[in-house]
T-cell receptor
């Protein structure tokens, strides 16, 4: 079985500071990992993914995430937060042998000016 | 990437009625997925719709309540049957362009049941 956990319901960061949104996962095979963002009253937008290769992956809007196999984590990061980054962020995982993606509970990111 | 559209974007329905939601993808895809999301909450997978075979439902979801059609490789429908206020939610369809790659999502259908 596959699962994903986002331990923080909310993350508050001042504009210009670095941000981290945490994600840990559990799969029986090799993990395919994803981050999505959802702005108010909007659909889900794909940010980035890890399938294989470099542990540090870069995505849209200056976001990046680091795959850590030993810690089974895939934390989302950005060096300098913008107010416009305020949104709901979802981590998701797919086992390499499965067809469906499982989503975490979501983390609401709030960037204050 | 893929462009996925849904109709209707929102609806307000009476208890006991049914609503069919349409999902159109701008390219041929093998798998399509239907999710439910309460506002501000996570996504719950309802079922996987494969063309040419019956949909596969997740635990807690049954075909009688959420019948799905998948007539071709670009289109699917989800019907919410015999609705109750508990069915009020956002319903999203989704598909990966290539198996095991990222999924793209439609804009969602916001359903309110009175």
């Amino acid at each position: 079985a596959q699962s994903v956990a986002q331990p923080e319901d909310q993350v508050n960061v001042a504009e210009g500071n670095p941000l981290t949104v945490k994600c840990t996962y559990s799969v029986s095979g090799n993990p395919y990992l994803f981050w999505y963002v959802q702005y108010p009253n909007r659909g889900l937008q794909f940010l980035l993914k890890y399938i294989t290769g470099d542990n540090l992956v870069k995505g849209s809007y200056g976001f990046e995430a680091e795959f850590n196999k030993s810690q089974t984590s895939f934390h989302l990061k950005k060096p300098s937060a913008l107010v416009s980054d305020s949104a709901l962020y979802f981590c998701a995982v797919r086992d390499s042998s499965a067809s469906k993606i499982i989503f975490g509970s979501g983390t609401r990111l709030s960037i204050r000016p | 990437s893929a462009v996925i559209s849904q109709k209707p974007s929102r609806d307000i329905c009476q208890r006991g009625t049914s609503l069919t939601i349409q999902c159109q993808v701008d390219s041929q895809v093998t798998m399509m997925f239907w999710y439910r999301q309460q506002p501000g909450q996570s996504l719950t997978l309802i079922a996987t719709a494969n063309q040419g075979s019956e949909a596969t439902y997740e635990s807690g979801f049954v075909i009688d309540k959420f019948p799905i059609s998948r007539p071709n490789l670009t289109f699917s429908t989800l019907t919410v049957s015999n609705m109750s206020p508990e069915d009020s939610s956002i319903y999203l369809c989704s598909s990966p362009i290539n198996p095991y790659n990222e999924q793209f999502f439609g804009p969602g259908t916001r359903l309110t049941v009175l």
